[in-house]
């Protein structure tokens, strides 16, 4: 069993910044990818940005140059630090795990901006 804790999220006026984190603890043997996504209502879940083990990271096209995914191998804790962000950015944060041939997810953490 795997648990991932959110932290961070909040509500921020726009052009502002959260740090989100997750940490994971349980049986996990090894990880290969973390990462976030989000989702806001009335759409569908979309990937914000991953990142692997050996670092290699993508993002969405949309955060490129305000969001910076990075990872703490020996804490199996992600971080999201978010900057100038826009209302559009508003949505429920979801952390994510790749572990051997298991996918997990965190319970997700909210982030609201406001204009």
């Known amino acids: 069993q795997v648990q991932l804790v959110e932290s961070g999220g909040g509500l921020v006026q726009a052009g502002g910044s959260l740090r989100l984190s997750c940490a994971a603890s349980?049986?996990?043997?090894?990880?290969?990818?973390m990462g976030w996504y989000r989702q806001a209502p009335g759409k569908q879940r979309e990937l914000v940005a991953v990142?692997?083990?050996?670092?290699?990271?993508t993002y969405r096209d949309s955060v490129k140059g305000r969001f910076t995914i990075s990872r703490d191998n020996a804490k199996n804790t992600v971080y999201l630090q978010m900057i100038s962000l826009k209302p559009e950015d508003t949505a429920v944060y979801y952390c994510?795990?790749?572990?051997?041939?298991?996918?997990?997810w965190g319970q997700g953490t909210q982030v609201t901006v406001s204009s």
């Open positions: 349980g049986s996990i043997f090894s990880i290969n990818i």
């Open positions: 990142i692997s083990s050996g670092g290699t990271t």
């Open positions: 994510t795990v790749v572990a051997g041939p298991d996918n997990y």
